[in-house]
């Protein structure tokens, strides 16, 4: 880990940002109730929270850039000498990109699709100083070959479509950072990133902040983040502040209940006694995916490898997590496990049967006997029907079932995963959390044997995803099922795998017990996924 | 409550054109075919509350005829054109590849085409009549509607409940019925309303050509074209038909809106 938790506290000098008193409302719901803080310079303030707490209404106050409905009803926001809500626009707009800086989630929304990256990258220095041309352009290529980019003169007439998300984030890094900001506003700059990229955008971030001697609002959920980066944090929950404190003391000794909630929820890996290996349940060998080509004008470009001959065993009972950065094939391969991508190579077993490409008896078996849980609850639930529905659909293909046992099937599944009597419900009147569970829910309702869960909790907040693992665990310990568990996320893993597959380009680096992987992991990138997950130690 | 307003005007005035067009089939205040040579072209009156033709036809009479003839005419082309351009959109969707290839090229082919122009061809083989209109429009209508359904499609189809759909064991057929084909209603219904507008223009413009329903039949039409020559000496008989396509429009296009708010779960109130 490059990054220690003490470091020289900065709160002695005169603050550069106070905010006093803010609030923030949406007609007569309170978005913010009296957020009171200060941010030293060239310091590291988070701001944490779940979604809901007002962090980011109060990050965007800061700027003035309140999304429409939302309003500052009251408080004093000063940057240095001026009182940012007192100033004309004019100035407000001079601030904004110049002395403070901002970074967004989405770092395929916040470049403009359009523009070149040379002239989005010029456009707030253009506007906050008098340099010439060539001046300019020297600054650019500097500042990209600080974030990395390899070929920056190339990278300057590139469109933004041609880089990855995380090359992305650093274009936008590149961009916010060029003009020398006082005051850095990154909103879960990360979120949207797996852990390996986040950790070198964050990484990257921090050291151009220390260079400029730049202050950062750095406003997540994730309290691994706290941890690894920031020197104090701010505890919002529902508007209001619930604790602030310097960052390693507030992780390590919360006082409020709040804080120690989310503590808590971090993920943690409690002793799992060894389970006897029960029977083979689902087998690929040397299985291959191929995505064709797109279709040019008028040939096909060659088709992309996903999964490059896995060999991939599940036994009854068991949870395999299978791991890996975005790219290595995860989520393909567990869709291909499923046949909801058709392999093209190699071969797929259930129960002994090889099931790769027939239709019936077999397949039929499988495919009635394998469910799967998404990543995005958003998506994954027809929005057009209640939720008693969806979990009942399933039920269609199990013969013998009258209507009443179905409907009894159903609520009491929908009692098993904690979500008694809501099945008049439509998924856009659930939280994300309960949207997942009813997700589990239409996964468990036909007793399957095995549930593929791909990601199911990287969209949610760290309590609910808490919850939502609990969930998992404990209907498996109810019901026996196997669990092939998709994740880039190290934590999650953790807590609920036995056994875990490391995935790096379609290919199985590394694989053995949990215990084994996470205590003496052999394979470099198995060490480099270990050490980018963020935790509190 | 602006979703209510639609709902209450937009339902008042096509229940209105509905209610008109159904007791046009049994009482009329005088026949709608009925000649009266000396009385023509009189001004609004007692008797004649908008007046009479240039053969002393009743216009009351013939407005509430004609509410019956464009509405059935626009509702059939509708009727037509959503359900082949539903079925051709929804498999080309769903079928990508060479299927949807192949029927869209010809669907673009028929959109290149003015809509007005392919009808006229259409009805001088089909002859001018009612069905012959029907048929016309819906076809010339049919590619847009095919068009927007695929567009739908191609977006739903990437959604993950409908791969949810494929892993419970539901067939192609069903995951289209049940999850697809809902998702694409309230684009359809926008669409289908305007279209609805677009029928009776396109059928008075028809009628107006000659091609239409053949006269003496009554439709707003032939009624606004048969009323072009008198437009300066008897300008009610253009005004009259002119105001019941554009509140029927009116009426059309707000219950569209209303419906549209309905069918959108996310639209509804908690």
Redesign the interface.
């Given at each position: 880990m490059s990054m220690t938790l003490d470091r020289p506290a900065a709160a002695s000098l005169a603050p550069l940002l106070a905010v006093e008193g803010l609030r923030v409302q949406a007609g007569n719901n309170v978005a913010v109730a009296d957020v009171s803080f200060s941010v030293a310079p060239g310091e590291i303030l988070a701001l944490v929270g779940e979604s809901g707490s007002g962090k980011t209404a109060t990050g965007r106050a800061i700027l003035g850039l309140l999304p429409p409905g939302l309003e500052r009803s009251a408080g004093r926001i000063r940057l240095g000498e001026e009182d940012l809500t007192a100033i004309p626009p004019a100035r407000l707009r001079q601030l904004r990109g110049g002395a403070i800086g901002m970074v967004f989630q989405e770092p395929m929304v916040s470049l403009n699709p359009a523009m070149t990256i040379g002239k989005q990258l010029g456009e707030a220095l253009a506007l906050h100083s008098d340099l010439s041309a060539a001046e300019l352009h020297a600054a650019k290529i500097a500042m990209l070959k600080r974030v990395q980019i390899p070929d920056p003169e190339g990278c300057l007439r590139a469109y933004p479509h041609e880089f990855s998300g995380g090359m992305r984030q650093r274009i936008m890094l590149a961009a916010v950072m060029l003009p020398k900001p006082r005051l850095l506003i990154a909103d879960e700059p990360t979120t949207a990133l797996d852990n390996l990229v986040q950790a070198e955008i964050l990484d990257l971030m921090v050291e151009l902040a220390r260079d400029n001697g730049t202050a950062v609002l750095l406003v997540t959920h994730n309290l691994g983040l706290v941890a690894r980066y920031a020197d104090r944090a701010l505890v919002m929950q529902q508007g209001r502040v619930v604790e602030e404190g310097p960052a390693r003391r507030l992780l390590t000794a919360p006082r409020e209940a709040y804080t120690r909630l989310l503590v808590e929820a971090m993920p943690q890996r409690s002793p799992r006694p060894p389970r006897p290996v029960g029977e083979t349940l689902l087998e690929a060998r040397g299985l291959v995916v191929d995505y064709p080509g797109r279709a040019r004008l008028f040939r096909r470009a060659a088709a992309k490898r996903a999964v490059q001959g896995v060999d991939l065993a599940i036994a009854r009972g068991e949870t395999v997590a299978l791991v890996g950065g975005s790219g290595s094939g995860k989520t393909t391969l567990g869709r291909a496990m499923l046949r909801l991508v058709q392999p093209s190579g190699g071969q797929l077993f259930f129960n002994g049967a090889d099931i790769t490409t027939r239709k019936d008896g077999p397949y039929r078996e499988f495919r009635l006997a394998c469910q799967i849980v998404f990543q995005d609850p958003y998506s994954s639930l027809d929005p057009r029907m209640r939720v008693g529905e969806i979990v009942a659909e399933p039920l269609r293909h199990e013969p013998g079932l009258s209507g009443a046992q179905r409907a009894a099937r159903v609520a009491e599944t929908f009692e098993a995963v904690g979500l008694p009597g809501m099945d008049q419900r439509l998924p856009h009147q659930l939280s994300g959390g309960q949207r997942q569970r009813v997700a589990i829910a239409r996964a468990i309702v036909r007793r399957p044997a095995l549930v593929v869960a791909d990601e199911p909790v990287s969209a949610l907040d760290m309590t609910v995803q808490k919850q939502i693992l609990a969930l998992i665990r404990q209907l498996q310990a109810e019901r026996g099922f196997a669990c092939l568990f998709i994740s880039h996320d190290l934590g999650a893993v953790a807590e609920v795998a036995d056994r875990v597959v490391v995935l790096q380009q379609g290919r199985i680096v590394e694989q053995g017990s949990r215990d084994a992987i996470f205590d003496t992991p052999q394979h470099p990138y198995t060490r480099a996924l270990l050490d980018a997950t963020p935790r509190i130690d | 409550m602006r979703f209510r307003l639609n709902a209450v005007i937009g339902g008042l005035l096509m229940t209105l054109l509905l209610a008109t067009a159904l007791l046009s089939t049994v009482w009329t205040p005088f026949n709608p075919l009925g000649v009266a040579l000396r009385a023509r072209l009189q001004a609004p009156s007692a008797l004649h509350w908008l007046g009479t033709d240039e053969v002393g036809r009743d216009v009351v009479s013939r407005l509430m005829a004609g509410a019956g003839t464009s509405c059935l005419v626009a509702l059939l082309t509708v009727a037509v054109a959503v359900t082949l351009g539903t079925a051709i959109g929804l498999v080309a969707g769903f079928a990508r590849g060479w299927t949807d290839r192949l029927l869209m090229l010809v669907n673009d082919a028929l959109l290149a085409f003015p809509g007005i122009l392919l009808a006229l061809g259409l009805l001088a083989v089909l002859g001018a009549s009612q069905w012959g209109i029907v048929a016309a429009l819906g076809l010339a209508y049919a590619p847009t509607v095919a068009r927007i359904v695929r567009g739908s499609v191609l977006s739903i189809r990437e959604?993950?409940?409908v791969?949810?759909?494929?892993?419970?064991?539901?067939s192609e057929l069903y995951t289209l019925w049940r999850?697809v084909l809902?998702?694409t209603a309230s684009p359809l219904i926008v669409l289908a309303t305007s279209m609805f507008g677009w029928a009776i223009l396109a059928e008075s413009a028809l009628s107006f050509l000659g091609l239409g329903v053949p006269p003496p039949a009554p439709t707003w039409g032939n009624m606004l074209a048969a009323a072009r020559p008198y437009l300066e000496t008897a300008t009610w008989l253009s005004l009259s038909p002119g105001a019941c396509i554009a509140l029927a429009l009116l009426g059309v296009n707000m219950l569209g809106d209303a419906l549209r708010d309905r069918l959108d779960?996310?639209g509804?109130p908690?």
């Open positions: - | 959604r993950e409940f791969e949810a759909s494929r892993a419970i064991g539901n999850h809902p998702g779960p996310r509804r908690q």
